[in-house]
């Protein structure tokens, strides 16, 4: 018995040895893991250090503590971590593991020179929590260069490479120091959390709120931003496109790749030191793509000049829109918006319903601001198939920046958007107490030749108060007509294989007043007439140009009448004798130009009886007899009218 108690003991005290030997041997293998992984840093020519590593083998949990990352090059950044803990350690292969859970404290991250203009940033993450992670044993090698693009190729590669059904992160603090010249800020982030991510790949992400302080201290725009943004959630987001457009191999992909799902915010605030604050109930995009083949940004960065003191000339300005156009270009948005916004001023406070980007249009809508003469409003402001990259193009072929445009740079905004629609304006007038009221004002272009558009259409649909300020109006005002409404509707296309143009019946439409429709049509109108840009050749391309048919009609809705009211109240006489008299000099003008072209008369007589009967309709149309050039006619209108007017069949008639 006594021998079996001793051997029992013996065994005991083996047994607690051996357990004792392996964890000494679980944890020499640990710590020379993490040590070898240290080393791999130190090879690039920093400094990494560690504290305590302890390696628990019941929880397979791995501890790491002060741990010190110092890179060669300063604009690489350094790294400082309180604690790394890791539970649930294993090898799932020769060079991956995985982990039950990670939790990081202490993390604070510094860069001292980020970009052309030497940004410093840093980080402080107090806590880190990572659940079912899996990555690789070793970080790969930091890129020696100090290139921009290799960091964040280098970091998207990292990124990739690791999968965990979540991380968290209760606040990140963000400060950043732009120099003396620029300013300085801080963000603050609450509440981060990603769920699934694997492949370069998030399904979510969310932030509970971001605040931020920004001091400018740029000479003469001296200000402090603070502001506040909640409820930040993102929706599928997918690094691979990035990361193609980084890598030499593939950055060549012409094709389409999504970035975003879906990103939306809850409540902006923004506020400054000068007064103003601006409230935004949320934001969201939908369907962010990239193409990797237009996405150079790190190229616009090297273009920034280093200098800031000196401002750029005008050919590093031009290059550098060239630039951005270009990574416009990559970037595909499949719908945009802005909510309810409030921009409060000392002056007063503007209200936006809703700032709109969809399928190509840019839409403003229910803008109720304050003026100088009053309130503004609009229910709409739009323009259609607008493209940024072509605005950012032609903005850079503006060869003097700060100057007006020349006629044939500002033919090229005719390539950046293709019509332009305003709806439901209430506007002050400079000097009547009644509003400009504006229903619709649409304009829509098309079929462009070189720069020129080849049809166009205007539809204007206004009431605008008659201006006590201007002489021309004064008739107007003393018969009492207060406020003129206007429909216009004007349509014109030129057809390339029939060399024609023709102007649509145009109607204008005066409300009480009268309704006028013309039509005309040009023949012969050659293609380079629309691409040329020289006004020698231009006018060598109009003696090409042939008059047509012109038709005029006229529906006296009350101009008659106010026309006589006003002769009557001149001459002192009643409206019968001054109808009469309108009427007499009417037909002996038409006696005169008779006498010179016979049909002329028709038109005389036409126009007498159009005035002699309120209520009518005048309608005449011109036939030219033969082969009218449009030059040779312009010139003998300016000089000789009646004899113009003998280059046509005129045939006139009136009627109720």
Do not use: C
């Not at 350690?89 to 404290?105: H, L, M, Y």
Request: aromatic letters at 6%; hydrophobic letters at 40%.
């Amino acid at each position: 018995m006594k021998r079996i108690l001793i051997g029992l003991i013996v065994a005991a005290v083996l047994g607690a040895g051996g357990w004792l030997g392996f964890n000494l041997y679980v944890q020499h293998r640990a710590t020379s893991e993490v040590e070898a992984a240290f080393e791999q840093m130190r090879s690039g020519g920093g400094k990494a250090s560690h504290g305590k590593i302890t390696f628990e083998l019941a929880t397979r949990t791995l501890t790491i503590e002060d741990i010190v990352v110092v890179p060669g090059n300063p604009s690489q950044g350094h790294v400082k971590i309180g604690a790394f803990r890791s539970t649930g350690v294993r090898q799932t292969g020769e060079t991956r593991f995985a982990a039950d859970g990670i939790d990081i404290s202490g993390v604070e991250i510094g860069l001292d020179e980020v970009g052309p203009g030497k940004l410093k940033v840093a980080y402080k993450i107090p806590q880190v929590t990572l659940r079912d992670y899996a990555g690789p044993l070793r970080v790969q090698s930091v890129p020696a260069s100090s290139s921009l693009s290799d960091m964040y190729r280098f970091v998207l590669d990292q990124f990739a490479s690791v999968t965990a059904t979540s991380v968290t992160m209760p606040s990140i603090n963000t400060s950043f120091d732009a120099g003396s010249s620029v300013g300085s800020g801080e963000v603050v982030y609450s509440g981060l959390a990603l769920q699934n991510l694997g492949r370069g790949k998030v399904d979510a992400m969310k932030t509970d709120r971001a605040t931020f302080t920004i001091n400018v201290t740029q000479p003469g725009k001296a200000d402090k931003l603070t502001g506040e943004i909640s409820g930040i959630i993102v929706n599928d987001f997918d690094s691979t496109p990035i990361l193609a457009a980084l890598d030499p191999q593939t950055s060549g992909d012409d094709s389409y790749r999504r970035v975003y799902r879906q990103i939306s915010s809850g409540p902006y605030v923004l506020k400054s030191a000068r007064g103003l604050r601006m409230d935004v109930d949320g934001f969201a995009m939908e369907d962010i793509d990239v193409q990797p083949s237009k996405l150079h940004l790190f190229e616009m960065f090297a273009m920034l000049p280093q200098d800031k003191s000196a401002p750029p000339t005008q050919a590093q300005t031009r290059e550098l829109m060239e630039k951005v156009a270009g990574f416009y270009e990559g970037i595909r948005i499949g719908k945009a918006e802005i909510g309810k916004t409030s921009i409060g001023t000392p002056q007063g406070t503007g209200k936006i319903n809703a700032i709109r980007y969809r399928q190509d249009e840019f839409a403003i809508e229910g803008v109720d601001a304050p003026s100088p003469q009053g309130q503004f409003k609009m229910e709409r402001f739009a323009l259609k198939s607008f493209s940024m990259p072509n605005f950012m193009h032609w903005a850079s072929g503006l060869s003097n920046p700060g100057q007006p445009p020349s006629p044939d740079q500002m033919l090229g905004l005719f390539r950046v958007f293709e019509g332009a629609e305003v709806k439901g304006v209430v506007a002050p007038h400079n000097t009547a107490r009644q509003p400009i009221t504006v229903d619709t004002i649409s304009l829509n272009w098309g079929q462009l030749v070189g720069s020129i558009p080849s049809k166009a259409n205007l539809v204007v649909k206004m009431v605008t108060p008659t201006d006590p300020a201007n002489p021309a109006l004064q008739p107007l005002i003393v018969a009492g007509v207060d406020k003129l409404a206007i429909d216009l509707d004007l349509g014109a296309a030129w057809t390339e294989s029939s060399s024609a143009f023709a102007l649509a019946p145009a109607t204008l439409d005066l409300g009480n007043l009268a309704k006028a429709q013309v039509s005309f049509a040009l023949a012969n109108v050659p293609r380079d007439l629309f691409t040329t840009t020289d006004r020698s050749e231009a006018m060598d391309q109009l003696t090409q140009v042939e008059t047509g048919a012109i038709e005029l009609s006229l529906r006296d809705r009350g101009v008659v009448d106010l026309v006589v009211a006003q002769f009557a109240r001149m001459q002192n006489v009643s409206r019968d004798t001054a109808r009469s008299a309108i009427v007499a000099t009417i037909r002996a003008q038409g006696e005169k130009i008779a006498a010179s072209n016979l049909d002329a008369k028709v038109a005389v007589d036409a126009l007498a009886g159009f005035v002699a009967t309120s209520g009518q309709t005048l309608t005449i149309k011109l036939t030219p007899f033969g082969k009218l050039p449009l030059l040779q006619l312009i010139d003998v209108l300016d000089n000789e009218p009646i004899i113009a007017l003998a280059q046509f069949k005129i045939e006139a008639s009136t009627g109720l």
